[in-house]
């Protein structure tokens, strides 16, 4: 026993610096507050105060806009200022918009001001996430990126396991409102976890970082096309939070307990599954890693409109879940191999802004097709997952570019943009 635990500490907790392990716990901890809320806010809407798909659709379009205006402002912030600085003064304001939506709800103000509250606490976690990416390529070892990404993202999958379970059960019996106040409470717990423990790893550029210097990514134009594809991939995957829950819940008769039971059986695999997954992807190319995971997602949301039972539906999770331990820590990858050192936060801040677009859209694009087919489950996921297997394609055309591509020539207009 003592040799077993000896090798597992040699071979999994000293293969990685211990600011990753602390990267993992603060990543559980930041989804666990969202996810305790955050899924639920389509079922809230729609069935509370009555509002149609198309238009918790737009309201989700208008969060995932201002929250990718907010991507872009958290990585340049983070090469600006600093990653530690950041991360304790936007979880401190994420603190208190968690804790204003929980009062609006509860009261059950109007929703010309709840939304715009959810608008900002959205857009406060869209900041932190590529500040969060950056740190773990600025810690990671060169041939250990995608597994350093997996590895954190086990911990935000263990939060993910447990949030939507904790929401799915209190909101059987309390107002949708609780829910806030537990992401208020999580929120606050970051703030004092990463004062007392996090290091900064980047203390800021001294060079010049604003707007501009973000805006010029665009010209990788290797990294564009990996990110245009990605916006196309998300557009067909994004659909747990928004289309999935109103789907599973008013068409197919799910209890919200077992809506939630599906999004934690998802985080309860991506714990069990995302490293040795990503070790084993590590033999694959980029691109064949893409192009897999995609196709995984392909087959879950395709298999969707074929069924109707609770269990079939977790055979569904379970190829989302697939397609989601393969394709994500490979993505992360891909952004941090594609950044100068100095410019990590505004590449991941481009990244995740292409990603939070396709959120965005994902439930407007869902939303608009429950309204369209609400009888014809078949059409409307083939539909979806349509749109997945346009993204595989092009992530195998982006694969073929970036072997033609000598290494570090992307980022070459990027470099002489800031000289100047």
Request: net charge positive.
């Amino acid at each position: 026993m003592a040799r077993l635990a000896a090798a597992i500490n040699k071979g999994v907790f000293q293969r990685f610096p211990s600011g990753i392990w602390l990267m993992m716990g603060l990543d559980m901890l930041l989804t666990i507050g969202w996810s305790a809320a955050g899924p639920f806010v389509a079922l809230y809407l729609h069935n509370e105060r009555a509002l149609s798909m198309s238009a918790v659709g737009a309201v989700f379009l208008a969060g995932g806009l201002c929250t990718g205006a907010t991507n872009l402002v958290g990585g340049m912030l983070s090469d600006r200022f600093g990653r530690r600085r950041l991360m304790l003064a936007v979880s401190a304001a994420s603190t208190v918009a968690m804790a204003m939506m929980a009062l609006l709800i509860g009261l059950s103000a109007t929703l010309w001001l709840i939304i715009p509250v959810y608008i900002l606490s959205r857009s406060l976690n869209g900041t932190i996430n590529p500040t969060v990416g950056a740190i773990v390529a600025d810690l990671a070892p060169r041939d250990r990126l995608a597994e350093c990404y997996a590895v954190v993202r086990v911990g935000g999958n263990v939060g993910f396991a447990i949030g939507p379970a904790i929401g799915g059960y209190l909101a059987g019996f309390l107002s949708y409102g609780w829910l806030f106040s537990i992401s208020a409470i999580v929120s606050l717990l970051v703030i004092v976890l990463v004062y007392l423990f996090m290091r900064e790893s980047f203390g800021g550029a001294h060079g010049r970082v604003d707007l501009r210097s973000t805006l010029v990514v665009a010209r990788d134009r290797q990294f564009l096309v990996f990110a245009i594809v990605s916006i196309l991939l998300v557009l067909s995957i994004g659909h747990l939070g928004s289309t999935l829950s109103v789907y599973v819940v008013d068409r197919l008769g799910f209890s919200m307990g077992q809506y939630g039971l599906l999004l934690t059986t998802n985080g309860l695999m991506v714990v069990a599954l995302q490293y040795p997954v990503t070790r084993l992807a590590s033999q694959f190319s980029r691109s064949s890693g893409l192009v897999l995971g995609s196709l995984f997602y392909v087959a879950g949301y395709s298999t969707l409109g074929w069924i109707s039972g609770f269990n079939p539906a977790v055979l569904v999770i379970v190829m989302v879940t697939a397609g989601e331990v393969t394709l994500a820590p490979i993505s992360s990858a891909v952004v941090a191999e594609s950044a100068p050192p100095d410019k990590r936060g505004r590449y991941i801040g481009f990244f995740t802004l292409s990603q939070t677009l396709g959120y965005a859209l994902s439930p407007l694009f869902g939303g608009v097709l429950l309204d369209l087919f609400p009888s014809e489950p078949r059409l409307l996921w083939g539909i979806i997952g349509s749109v997945g297997v346009v993204a595989a394609i092009g992530f195998h055309v982006w694969g073929r570019l970036r072997a033609r591509q000598p290494a570090g020539q992307a980022v070459t207009p990027l470099r002489s943009a800031s000289a100047r």
